[in-house]
């Protein structure tokens, strides 16, 4: 089965038999009453119970004729009006690999509320808020370069009249394409929407610290170019905010486990300098080393939140 966009949901549940399992397809079954059949594959710990079989009778003939643990249960759910290989149950009663024991849910076509009343029989019959537990993940700090660009004056553009949210979707659709765009030569292992802004974030080494650096700076550069290109657009008629702003910072931060972002200085740091730098100008945190001669700069101190008077550099980007 192609994943693709599919939701895909994780439930702790301990001892399910294949009756439970059958239950719980049946509440599948009952939220989507589009798929009408069900395609079992189950592994006992002697022999194969079932293999795409529909015959649920037979399958418990069999448990009942040789009785033995249950390896592993699946479901592929489908219907005349639905296509075959877009809903599917899992059940492993041990950890396999990186698969994590439960009760697993894959489909492409479940609506939020059929989620819900699916999930709501499932808590109900097996309290499993009781058996979520808060599981404690420190981060590992790593050496990053953070840059945040700021479209200024967005917020005052967007409150005139005449501004609507399709025309605002369009502007930040190309401010961001801009951005991704400008930093394609090296990737940042982040980029992240912030409204009216975007966060670039690149895990460095140093092996490959300078070549993160000179393509920051030389992208930065290129996102004003970029920007203004857009904003004469045509298709851009009721104008556009002017100018970009950028702040960049290195040092250590940390990945939050298992969400992909990242927590540290760096990132204040070059929120703090793009909140207060001037449009057509990056202002770069005296912690970024290795910054080349084509990239001329002037050494300014900026009045930052939290800071107060900080040393950095200037680089003209207009």
């Known amino acids: 089965m192609n994943l693709g966009d599919a939701v895909t949901r994780h439930y702790p549940i301990a001892g399910m038999d294949f009756a439970d399992f059958w239950d719980t397809c049946g509440y599948f079954l009952h939220v989507h009453p589009k798929d009408t059949k069900v395609y079992y594959t189950i592994e006992g710990s002697e022999t194969t119970l079932a293999e795409k079989d529909t015959d649920v009778a037979a399958i418990l003939d069999r448990l009942k004729k040789r009785p033995q643990s249950i390896l592993f249960m699946q479901a592929d759910l489908e219907g005349p009006r639905t296509r075959p290989g877009l809903a599917r149950v899992t059940y492993q009663p041990e950890q396999i690999e990186d698969e994590p024991a439960g009760l697993k849910l894959v489909s492409h076509y479940l609506s939020k509320l059929s989620m819900y009343e699916f999930e709501s029989l499932l808590y109900e019959k097996y309290h499993l808020e009781e058996t979520v537990q808060t599981k404690v993940e420190f981060g590992k700090p790593c050496e990053v370069l953070s840059a945040i660009v700021d479209l200024r004056g967005f917020s005052a553009f967007c409150e005139k009249p005449n501004i ?93 486990p298992g969400i992909g972002d990242y927590i540290g200085r760096p990132l204040n740091i070059a929120s703090r300098l793009s909140s207060v730098c001037p449009g057509g100008q990056i202002y770069v945190d005296k912690a970024v080393p290795s910054i080349g001669p084509q990239y001329p700069k002037e050494d300014v101190t900026a009045h930052i939140k939290s800071f107060g008077r900080y040393y950095i550099w200037r680089i003209q980007a207009g």
């Open 164 to 256: 609507e949210s399709p025309y605002t979707c369009g502007l930040m659709h190309s401010f961001y394409r801009a951005v991704q765009m400008s930093f394609i030569k090296f990737r940042p292992d982040m980029l992240k929407f912030l409204g009216d802004g975007v966060m670039a974030i690149w895990e460095t080494t140093p092996e490959d610290r300078e070549l993160a650096i000179d393509n920051c700076l030389a992208g930065s550069l290129d996102i004003n170019s970029r920007w203004q290109v857009v904003r004469r657009s045509s298709q851009f008629s009721h104008g556009a905010p002017e100018e970009v702003a950028i702040g960049i910072s290195f040092g250590l931060a940390s990945q939050l």
